[in-house]
């Protein structure tokens, strides 16, 4: 995640889903019990989860980050 994040911390979940699989071809989120990656990364305390819009105006994107410490 920290290879693709901007300079604030934030980076597409999409993103970091294919660096995933590229690392890890056998990872499924569904063997986690959740049905989608977004899901599983909003279950871990460690990360805060933003949904943006497209840029056309039609859905919403996923961003991932670390939580800061406080």
């Known amino acids: 995640m920290d290879d693709l994040a901007d300079e604030s911390g934030w980076a597409f979940l999409g993103a970091v889903g294919q660096k995933i699989t590229l690392r890890s071809s056998e990872f499924d989120s569904r063997n986690y019990g959740f049905k989608k990656l977004g899901d599983l990364f909003r279950a871990v305390s460690q990360f805060e989860t933003e949904e943006r819009p497209q840029e056309n105006g039609s859905g919403r994107h996923v961003y991932i980050r ?4 406080k």
């Open 66 to 69: 670390w939580k800061r410490r």
